[in-house]
């Protein structure tokens, strides 16, 4: 037997049976939705955060979601509120921070770092007094698309279509006070309240995320597929799309390839992620040359 | 709370890690590498989790991985400074990595749990045996050693690495260097407070001290103090309330500090200005 054949059970090469294999499950059909609202999503919005350089605050928003989805479980609520409110209040907090004009940039990543350090040891405290969730916080941080509900798929795509066109709304001023704050401001854009609003939408994409990818691993969608992007094009159309496709095309594969093997979702799409962005950097450094 | 070994191991382990974050965490403040440092210590998880997975000892996976990570990290930079869009990247797919290799350790051990990974995130600082903690604390004070001797060409190089450059101080070599410190300290630390907590550990009291200290060996010796301090103060509290984890309490110390330090910070350079206002002109 071959490793590939006890890799991948059941997957036959034959692309279409293995496809029509792929959705006569509920459940897939369901991961596969909520995985297309979660990368569209993360796709748009993952774009401006790395136009916008705010990799690390998209981080600490993401594991913001491990405590607000442990507290739930804690209190008795729903998790989706869990990670909705945990994410909003957390992107509520890196504003204040940030807006806290007399540090440095370096002083205000340390206060970003201590943010997400101390939100983790929130989350290991209510782990620890809501007993017997150990295989629990193994799915808060590394995520789990098979038990996703038609609830769940609902409600991502909901918040995905709100945030794509909260998006197309503002996407035009958002991207010239990303690109020059200075001259935005000149102009009469709002810079500041741009700047809070978009990290409370990257709050919520972080959100939606992490209950798919789980809280460490959201950063493969929003941070991978966008800089993939912008390797091969700065013009920021195509560069939304590509982003948007591929992130799309990623969680697909990713998924498939999670049905059809024994290891997790989380390792296929983070590494399928990052092959994209090597292959377009390596692309990139060929064509320059 | 003496009388217990455990204790005693926990403290020992635990002044020596806590000194040597917050001498190393001053410098990642001020040169800005503290999303390095964040990746690094997920880094160090995958690896952790790497060496259970093919039945190595976790210190091995710990150490190499990180010190590999950070200096590769510094490689791809200029002047050993990566960027950041390139270090998310990089750090999702080694995170992924750790998926992978949780996953084959679960199948592969029949009692299948998320021990060892809970261990490895967030440290397991009562659980070091008498020389697990003293390796801690040789690990440590060698770090502590590197760091102090290369001090003042360091601070030179963080402050103004062209001119630093220019009076002939080998920047890129100790940018990497330092790197390779930052590694093993986050190795090491996170068998104290896991992998997922010593970010607290490394940016908190260095934070703190930046806000509060003009010179820079003050500072130094400010953010070293209070990392100490948090970790005295978070492994007594942990003490009296047994339900609190020890790595919750230490970081919930340490960023306690950065907020009153602010607080404190803010009120003292507010001082001046009200006093300047009520002198009438």
């Known amino acids: ?289 | 709370m003496f009388a217990h070994e455990f204790m005693r191991n926990a403290l020992l382990a635990g002044t020596f890690v806590g000194a040597a974050c917050g001498l190393v965490g001053y410098f990642v403040v001020l040169r800005a590498q503290v999303f390095a440092a964040d990746a690094l210590s997920h880094v160090a998880f995958a690896g952790a989790l790497a060496a259970v997975a093919f039945g190595v000892d976790v210190r091995v996976g710990l150490f190499a991985t990180a010190i590999v990570v950070a200096v590769g990290m510094g490689g791809l930079g200029e002047r050993a400074h990566a960027d950041d869009v390139a270090i998310g990247t990089v750090f999702a797919w080694i995170l992924g990595l750790g998926v992978l290799f949780l996953a084959i350790f679960t199948t592969r051990s029949s009692a299948g749990n998320g021990t060892a990974a809970v261990r490895v995130l967030f440290g397991s600082i009562f659980g070091l045996s008498g020389s697990d903690a003293s390796i801690a604390a040789a690990v440590s004070v060698a770090a502590i050693a590197a760091t102090l001797a290369a001090a003042r060409p360091l601070f030179f190089a963080s402050l103004d690495p062209d001119v630093a450059a220019a009076q002939g101080v080998p920047v890129r070599l100790l940018g990497l260097g330092f790197l390779a410190v930052l590694g093993a300290v986050a190795a090491e630390a996170t068998q104290a407070v896991g992998a997922l907590l010593l970010l607290g550990l490394v940016a908190a009291p260095a934070a703190a001290a930046h806000r509060l200290a003009r010179s820079p060996y003050v500072g130094l010796a400010l953010s070293t103090a209070f990392a100490v301090g948090a970790v005295w103060l978070g492994l007594a509290l942990s003490y009296v309330e047994a339900r609190v984890p020890p790595s919750t309490a230490i970081i919930s110390v340490a960023t306690l500090l950065l907020v009153l330090a602010a607080g404190g910070g803010r009120a003292a350079s507010a001082l001046p200005r009200r006093l300047r206002r009520a002198t009438p002109r």
């Open chain 1, 1 to 289: 037997m071959s490793i590939e054949a006890s890799v991948f059970q059941g997957l036959s090469w034959n692309v279409p049976a293995d496809v029509r294999a792929l959705v006569s499950y509920h459940f897939m059909v369901n991961a596969l939705e909520a995985g297309t609202a979660v990368a569209v999503m993360a796709g748009a919005i993952g774009w401006f955060m790395v136009l916008r350089r705010q990799t690390f605050a998209g981080h600490t928003l993401a594991v913001i979601a491990f405590p607000g989805a442990a507290g739930a479980s804690l209190a008795g609520l729903p998790l989706v509120a869990g990670y909705f409110g945990a994410c909003v209040a957390g992107a509520l907090a890196l504003a204040g921070v940030s807006a806290d004009r007399t540090g440095s940039h370096s002083r205000e990543s340390a206060a970003t770092g201590t943010v997400q350090a101390f939100a983790l040891g929130l989350g290991f405290l209510f782990v620890g007094l809501y007993h017997g969730l150990l295989n629990g916080l193994d799915a808060l941080l590394f995520g789990t698309f098979l038990g996703i509900t038609d609830g769940q798929a609902r409600t991502l795509v909901a918040v995905a279509a709100g945030a794509l066109l909260v998006l197309a709304v503002a996407g035009r001023p958002l991207l010239f006070a990303s690109v020059d704050g200075d001259v935005a401001r000149a102009a009469g854009v709002p810079v500041r309240a741009l700047s809070l609003g978009f990290l409370v939408l990257l709050g919520l994409a972080v959100a939606a995320t992490s209950q798919i990818t789980g809280a460490l691993l959201v950063f493969a969608l929003l941070v991978a597929p966008a800089a993939t992007a912008q390797q091969l094009t700065a013009r920021p159309l195509p560069g939304l799309g590509l982003s948007v496709g591929i992130g799309l095309a990623v969680t697909w594969l990713g998924l498939a390839l999670a049905y059809f093997s024994i290891y997790p979702a989380g390792f296929f799409i983070t590494s399928l992620a990052f092959g994209a962005y090597v292959t377009a950097r390596v692309f990139r450094a060929v064509r320059t040359d």
